[in-house]
């Protein structure tokens, strides 16, 4: 994936070891891109992998089957749920 072509006004820093430093250096070299278009791309890559992680999840027909059943269910009355939630918890 590659970065967004909007107009880059924020600035980000970041520390790095030495060892660490090169090792981008080298990766971005043999991708014919400098370190920072390296990074915004691995970087927007990770963010954009990890966030679809939470926004979906895939089910087979099975399992899609299962959970409309589960979600077309009556409500079930939960006393010690109810109990639980209406009770200060330790931190107040």
Do not use: Y
Not at 40 to 47: M, N, R
Request: glycine share 4%.
């Amino acid at each position: 994936m590659s970065t967004l072509n909007l107009s880059k006004t924020e600035r980000i820093d970041v520390r790095a070891s030495t060892p660490v430093k090169q090792l981008l250096q080298e990766a971005a070299r043999a991708c014919h891109k400098n370190v920072s278009e390296f990074l915004l791309d691995a970087g927007v890559t990770a963010a954009a992998q990890t966030l679809a992680d939470r926004r979906q999840f895939v089910l087979d027909d099975t399992q899609w089957q299962a959970f409309q059943e589960a979600l077309d269910r009556p409500v079930q009355s939960k006393p010690r749920l109810k109990k639980l939630l209406r009770e200060p918890g330790v931190l107040g």
